[in-house]
């Protein structure tokens, strides 16, 4: 019967090889080694040996999970896909996740409510969006809707503000009616619902000025016309006047605008 005839540790902390008879044999983690009291004069039958390899195999993997949570909170499914990609039976991931759990290492609950505090605090995120970033890492609908109660009325609408006026800067130079659409379309995108998005867009200061409408109208304007100089007279005309009023800009202001451009080049 093979016997233990020498054990040396590795350069890794934690693991040992195991030499069988004078021969390297194969390596084991030290939970291994306590476990089986592995030790010189030891005889290792095939059960022993078999049973070995088990442990060791759940060991490895184990070691696996908490290296890759040691990085940053993980949830169930993305401990359960990191072990699949390394090759680890289903079984032994079933074990690993479940001793993750007893050991408070794995908390889907805690992980979603701390997902949506840093998001409240350090992001520019909705509900909406954070709801299906948490159901893409395998949150349950329950534990979602209970983390999202923590974003509350007030802290939407502050950060709902906050990026209505970075997008009201953004958009500065399109038309009053343009601006509105598209910090509205950015609020939804990131996730602001309806309710949030009208309360955001009555606290915002956005006033309609006809002289700042006008000059942003010229801007805009005279880059249409360049757009359009294939085209001549009556059907030049058309186009522009159908991009300046896709762009939000009034139908009274574009027909002055293009009725000056009309008179200039006479």
């Known amino acids: 019967m093979p016997t233990i005839t020498k054990i040396t540790t590795q350069k890794r902390k934690g693991r040992y090889n195991i030499y069988l008879d004078e021969a390297y ?3 084991v983690s030290e939970s291994v080694l306590i ?7 030891l005889e290792i ?3 022993l040996q078999a049973e070995i390899d088990t442990a060791e195999a759940h060991a490895q993997a184990y070691q696996m999970a908490l290296n890759y949570l040691s990085y940053q909170l993980r949830t169930e499914m993305e401990v359960r896909i990191h072990l699949k990609q390394h090759d680890i039976p289903v079984a032994v991931r079933q074990q690993v996740v479940q001793r993750l759990y007893e050991l408070n290492l794995l908390d889907d609950a805690s992980y979603a409510a701390s997902y949506v505090r840093t998001a409240m605090r350090t992001s520019d995120k909705g509900p909406q969006v954070i709801r299906t970033k948490l159901r893409e890492k395998g949150i349950t609908a329950e534990q979602i809707t209970n983390a999202l109660d923590l974003y509350t009325q007030q802290d939407l609408a502050t950060n709902g503000l906050k990026l209505a006026e970075k997008l009201a800067q953004r958009y500065r130079q399109q038309s009053f009616q343009q601006r509105q659409q598209k910090i509205r379309q950015g609020l939804r995108q990131k996730g602001f619902d309806a309710d949030v998005t009208n309360l955001v867009m009555s606290q915002l200061e956005l006033v309609k000025d006809d002289d700042t409408e006008w000059t942003k109208l010229i801007e805009q ?4 016309w360049r757009k359009t100089a294939r085209y001549s007279g009556y059907e030049r005309k058309q186009k522009a006047k159908q991009q300046l009023y896709r762009k939000g800009f009034a ?3 574009i027909d002055h605008f293009l009725a000056e451009k009309e008179t200039a080049n006479d």
């Open 25 to 27: 044999a194969f390596p």
């Open 35 to 41: 476990k089986f009291r592995l030790a010189k004069g």
């Open 45 to 47: 039958t095939p059960d």
């Open 221 to 224: 304007g005279e880059k249409v």
């Open 251 to 253: 139908l009274d202001q």
